[in-house]
């Protein structure tokens, strides 16, 4: 009894970490994109 609770536990944190680290990615991906249009933008002005 007290392992299934212990592993629920434990999957459920894994669960919530995994989610936490797909939204950080997305946030970094985004930036990212971003900053490739910003800078492609930059060099479109130049011309």
């Known amino acids: 009894m ?3 609770n212990g592993r629920s ?3 459920g944190r894994r669960k919530k970490e995994e ?3 797909i939204e950080e ?8 994109e971003e900053e490739r249009r910003k800078k492609k933008e930059i060099l479109r002005k130049k011309r």
């Open 25 to 32: 990615k997305k946030v970094k991906v985004r930036k990212r």
């Open 2 to 4: 007290f392992t299934t």
């Open 9 to 11: 536990k434990e999957e």
């Open 19 to 21: 989610e936490r680290n």
